[in-house]
């Protein structure tokens, strides 16, 4: 198994990329007790100086503490993601993982949209720096959306968000007149 590490925007996130399916369903996880039902990234925190770690489709991506040096952790890392999988292991995660969506008439419509556009137009192109953006409310035409993988922490993840996510939402939806960034 050769696995692909890619920089992020992030210089304390990287991007690993075992060449196989790591998860059908987004999961992002801040501390190992966050990981508590996640096989893959509870291994991935028992490394010492990891601060989170995303699941994406086909990638992990993984953050650390500013003073960690990566040339270590990066062996690690990949010696953890590759033994995992030649084990035949399985990522698990018991909880789903999907937004509850109590919106309907008007309303509902509109996060149709939102949904759609994020999901076609926005998450593609973060999953290739390594995050995700997820979806998690509209109020009063604001759209809430978490950040997660390199997206997180990243210094140029409130410029997207704004210039980029929000512009193109107000675009395509006119109701849309803010995007915050959410837990």
Known sequence: MLI?????????TLKFNPGIEVTSSPMSFSSKQDAEKCNLAKEIFDIDGITSVYLGADFVTVSKKPEENWTILKTLIIATIMDFFTKGQQVTFNEANEITNNYSGEE???????????????????AQDGGDIVFRGYEDGVVKLALHGSCAGCPSSSVTLKNGIENMLKYYVPEVVAVEAVE
């Open 4 to 12: 692909n590490v890619e920089d992020t925007p992030n210089p304390q």
């Open 108 to 126: 509902g419509e509109i996060v149709k949209q939102i949904v759609e556009i994020i999901e076609e137009k926005v998450r593609p192109a973060v």
